[in-house]
């Protein structure tokens, strides 16, 4: 079965993310694998690397496998920064 793909778009910041948080909530209803495309954001602080945690946790509490595809390289770099590599290095795709 093929994943689910949920695009995000523009900024997942401060400012964005409680939307983001609302907006993802049935995301994780149902089964099968996840699969969230941030090839579309073009900016992100921690709360935006918070929110792909929170994201990841729920996943895990449905039993869902979660995939981030098109991971930008600022967040790659707030990845690697706040030490999260193994956290989410199995998460990440191309």
Do not use: K, Y
Not at 54 to 67: G, S, Y
């Amino acid at each position: 079965m093929d994943a689910v793909r949920h695009p995000v778009t523009g900024v997942l910041t401060f400012d964005t993310v409680p939307d983001w948080f609302r907006q993802s909530a049935g995301w994780f209803a149902g089964s099968g694998d996840l699969l969230i495309d941030l090839g579309g954001v073009t900016r992100a602080d921690s709360a935006g690397l918070a929110l792909m945690l929170e994201w990841l946790r729920r996943a895990r509490a449905a039993n869902r496998t979660l995939r981030f595809a098109s991971v930008p390289d600022q967040v790659q770099t707030l990845i690697r920064i706040n030490g999260l590599q193994d956290a989410l290095s199995g998460a990440q795709t191309s």
